[in-house]
């Protein structure tokens, strides 16, 4: 048996695709909040500036999300990703795609050129030296900033249905 609603959201998600109904039970409510506090504690939300940071770092810190992500929605079982209606979203459509629609083209583009890069740097030269002196760092550094505005939205839609004051 489904948890009752503890709350319904008319929202529409542009950067996913996604419009329609949002009826927030517990188990919902409790999974959003756990992704929100993990989003807005990593790189993923803050600047990277140009003369701060290592990428490979930020890479890993978007990476994490996965993990953490399937995590807390195998936690909450099927429920949170169960919609009453075709138009209905669910926590678990709006993770899922942020996963596979936001994090995983920026990773798959940037992973495998990074590493090739990373296997160049001589031992006496710094990580952060390396990769400051990458043709393709603005670039990433670009892509690592697109990418941030869309998850700064998506946690903006999870401190709404969390129904917490915003901490990013």
Do not use: C
Not at 109 to 131: C, F, G, M, T
């Amino acid at each position: 048996m489904a948890n009752a609603t503890f709350k319904s959201f008319k929202m529409s998600i542009p950067f996913l695709g996604l419009e329609g109904t949002w009826d927030v039970d517990e188990h919902q409510r409790k999974a959003a909040w756990e992704i929100y506090v993990e989003l807005v504690t990593r790189i993923t939300v803050v600047e990277l500036k140009p003369d701060e940071g290592i990428l490979r770092e930020a890479l890993n810190s978007y990476y994490s999300l996965f993990n953490i992500t399937r995590e807390i929605l195998k936690r909450y079982g099927p429920a949170v990703a169960m919609a009453d209606h075709e138009s209905d979203m669910t926590l678990g459509h709006i993770a899922v795609g942020v996963l596979n629609k936001v994090l995983r083209p920026l990773l798959a583009k940037w992973h495998p050129i990074l590493e090739e890069y990373e296997k160049q740097r001589p031992q006496d030269n710094s990580v952060a030296a390396h990769e400051r002196r990458w043709e393709h760092a603005a670039a990433l550094r670009a892509d690592i900033a697109a990418v941030r505005q869309t998850l700064l939205n998506y946690a903006d839609v999870l401190a709404e249905v969390s129904e917490v004051s915003k901490l990013h």
